[in-house]
């Protein structure tokens, strides 16, 4: 004897459903193909943390993505070198 199959579809007006930048699938394929913003994130916010985006990125050429690696763990360990000095130094001050 067959089943009966009953489905319930709810609608819900196009204006109750919430609009945002984050919904929208292209936006992060825009923001991957920005190079100002990349290199923006990479020296100015994450370091060599962000070296990720920066490879998944397709506004890079791959040459490009190797000597912008090298160039941003560069940055990145004399930022950290600077940070021990001044430690280093603070330390010296107070234990004279």
């Known amino acids: 004897m067959p089943r009966a199959v ?3 579809e709810m609608q819900t007006p196009e204006s ?3 609009q945002n930048e984050a919904s929208n699938p292209d936006l992060m394929g825009q923001l991957l193909r920005s190079r100002t913003l990349i290199l923006v994130m990479l020296f100015a916010v994450t370091g060599f943390l962000g070296l990720p985006v920066l490879w998944i990125s397709p506004a890079f050429s791959r040459i490009e993505k190797v000597i912008w690696s090298i160039v941003n763990t560069l940055y ?3 930022l950290i070198w600077i940070c021990v ?3 280093w130094w603070a330390y010296r001050q107070i234990v004279q």
């Open 6 to 8: 009953y489905r319930i």
């Open 16 to 18: 109750s459903v919430p």
């Open 76 to 78: 990145t360990s004399a």
């Open 85 to 87: 000095l001044i430690c």
